[in-house]
């Protein structure tokens, strides 16, 4: 604690809050919107016209990623599908678009790729809307978990040692293995499907921001009691950016949490209990309990509460999430003076959060149940680092292997 008393006020008096934008989604608040309206003026609607729109919103988006593709690659005419549109309009389009200076050009295809991405959400939520098991949607009243289950085999009371379960699910490193993520309370949920086993209700969902396809044997899916159904689609909720002070408070606050892969909740989640009471004849330890709670935060997710939802949930999207820091051929005590507070270091599958020149705050995974969330001196962690990794300006344009370099991203000056 006494790292944590040395920490705060000196960082959040020098630091200032950039002008917020929204979440890293690739779709903007304006997107989201209109997709959502479309979706609700188009509600009742039958199945087969439902069918009909999400055939001509695929159209768009095939034929819009014609036209990038040639706007980008003029020369690869054999690599395009004429199927869609003829080589002949997009010889046109493209004659028009090399007359444009490059401002308008950038502009021109960032339209098209904005217009593909809603056209692939209206294909989605339309296709979804005509089969015969879609269930509407929900809003999520707690935090809630989903859980990456074979479609003939939905058992979460059985994952989260509930009623008749005789142990406790675990993989080799101590966490819930089809645990995917918990998404944060008044989530919007599409319900694909139902399902019940025994005396319990599940639905297999998909949720805008957390959208994965895992194949034709695997959904997501929770538990109805964590959810309320509605009759139309709830708007997306849109995160901002908190101020410093708050993400400040909330890494601090996460600290000696446990270590738990995906996820997830750091306060934990006390409805678990109630929703699938342990057995008496199964004893959980302290540790046990708290991880049957959700209560700890991996790496990226530790960030993801901390930010209020804002950043990205993996640390793919954080290697070139918000702006640069230019640390090629720096040294070790050369980075610590460059720093900023809030300043990540993110390698491939793992982030580190700086909090000042002296710490830094990470979630790793330990044996035993040690705990996952603590607060590291800087110094010491870009030691150990270093003995594996060199840094680099930009993941992707480094041409060192993965495995072999690190990134620093900034948000806060």
């Known amino acids: 604690m006494n790292k944590i008393k040395a920490i705060i006020p000196i960082y959040i008096l020098t630091c200032f809050f950039l002008n917020a934008t929204y979440a890293y989604t690739t779709l903007t608040e304006k997107d989201h919107n209109y997709i959502d309206k479309t979706i609700n003026t188009n509600q009742n609607i039958s199945k087969s016209l439902k069918k009909e729109k999400a055939e001509h919103y695929s159209k768009v988006a095939n034929d819009t990623n014609i036209l990038i593709n040639a706007y980008l690659w003029i020369s690869t005419w054999d690599k395009l599908n004429w199927k869609i549109i003829t080589k002949e309009s997009v010889e046109a389009a493209v004659e028009k678009f090399n007359k444009l200076d490059d401002k308008k050009k950038t502009k021109a295809i960032q339209t098209l790729k904005e217009t593909q991405k809603i056209a692939e959400e209206l294909q989605r939520a339309y296709q979804i809307e005509s089969e015969e098991n879609f269930q509407w949607y929900a809003t999520t009243l707690l935090p809630t978990p989903l859980y990456r289950l074979n479609k003939k085999n939905v058992d979460i009371n059985f994952i989260m040692w509930g009623e008749w379960t005789t142990w406790i699910l675990f993989d080799s490193a101590n966490t819930i293995d089809q645990l995917w993520v918990v998404i944060p309370k008044w989530s919007p949920v599409t319900l694909i499907d139902k399902v019940q086993t025994w005396d319990f209700t599940y639905y297999e969902v998909r949720t805008r921001e957390f959208d994965w396809w895992y194949?034709?044997?695997?959904?997501?899916?929770?538990?109805?009691?964590?959810?309320?159904?509605?009759?139309?689609?709830?708007?997306?909720?849109?995160?901002?950016?908190?101020?410093?002070?708050?993400?400040?408070?909330?890494?601090?606050?996460?600290?000696?949490?446990?270590?738990?892969?995906?996820?997830?909740?750091?306060?934990?989640?006390?409805?678990?209990?109630?929703?699938?009471?342990?057995?008496?004849?199964?004893?959980?330890?302290?540790?046990?309990?708290?991880?049957?709670?959700?209560?700890?935060?991996?790496?990226?997710?530790?960030?993801?509460?901390?930010?209020?939802?804002?950043?990205?949930?993996?640390?793919?999207?954080?290697?070139?999430?918000?702006?640069?820091?230019?640390?090629?051929?720096?040294?070790?005590?050369?980075?610590?003076?460059?720093?900023?507070?809030?300043?990540?270091?993110?390698?491939?599958?793992?982030?580190?959060?700086?909090?000042?020149?002296?710490?830094a705050i990470e979630s790793i995974w330990k044996e035993n149940f040690e705990w996952g969330v603590e607060i590291i001196k800087l110094k010491e962690r870009l030691e150990d680092i270093f003995t594996r990794r060199q840094p680099v300006n930009e993941w992707n344009e480094s041409t060192l292997p993965n495995k072999e370099k690190f990134v620093i991203r900034r948000r806060f000056k």
Do not use: M
Not at 293 to 306: E, I, N, P, T, Y
Not at 310 to 322: I, V
């Open 215 to 359: 194949g034709e044997d695997e959904a997501f899916y929770l538990d109805s009691r964590f959810i309320e159904k509605k009759d139309k689609k709830p708007n997306e909720v849109i995160p901002a950016l908190p101020d410093i002070s708050t993400i400040y408070k909330n890494l601090l606050s996460a600290v000696d949490s446990h270590y738990i892969w995906w996820g997830s909740y750091y306060q934990g989640i006390p409805e678990i209990n109630e929703f699938y009471p342990t057995p008496d004849n199964v004893k959980l330890t302290k540790d046990e309990q708290e991880y049957k709670l959700l209560k700890g935060v991996d790496c990226s997710w530790l960030l993801w509460q901390a930010t209020n939802g804002y950043t990205p949930r993996n640390t793919s999207w954080l290697l070139t999430f918000w702006e640069s820091v230019n640390i090629t051929w720096n040294t070790i005590s050369q980075i610590i003076n460059k720093v900023k507070p809030l300043d990540l270091i993110v390698r491939k599958w793992h982030v580190i959060i700086i909090l000042s020149n002296e710490y």
